[in-house]
């Protein structure tokens, strides 16, 4: 009875150990996380000028969180809760969108040295859509403060937050 239990536990062990390979399913479907771009050290996020998109998405953590923020040029907001299926808009102030594009402008991406690979910890990718192309970065929560956009993720999750996402 013991070496039952023992081989029905190994697998399910198995599987909370390998933690936040995947975003939060939807209606039982994985969804996919968009690939990193592969950058060499030091590379500088796109200046945001003209027409812009910034995307912003977390998910993973032990509760399966899934939460979309989109930014564009004017400021305008879509917050997108994909566990409670709450969606929201709002609007950055002059200021805060003034700090948004210096963040931004400041930012530089360091790659990890290794992949990201730690259970139930929360996964940050960064989509940045200018007339230059389309730039996206994917950080977790323990490469984070050496990814050299702390302070970007910081803004973002604020922002997410005061304006009830």
Sequence with gaps: MHKILGLLLIPFLLT????????APQDGVPIPLPSPVQTGLGEHLPELSGDWQLQFRQSGGYAGLSRTLEISTTGAMN???????QKKTAQLTPEKLAELTRLVGYATFKRPP??????DCFLYNLQLTT??????VQVDEVS???????????FLLTAMQENGG
């Design 79 to 85: 917050i997108d809760d994909g566990r409670s299926a």
């Design 144 to 154: 984070l403060s050496d990814s050299g956009l702390q302070d970007l993720v910081d």
């Design 131 to 136: 007339s230059a192309g389309v730039y996206l």
């Design 114 to 119: 290794q992949p990201p690979g730690c259970a």
């Design 16 to 23: 909370l150990l390998t933690g936040c390979a995947a975003a």
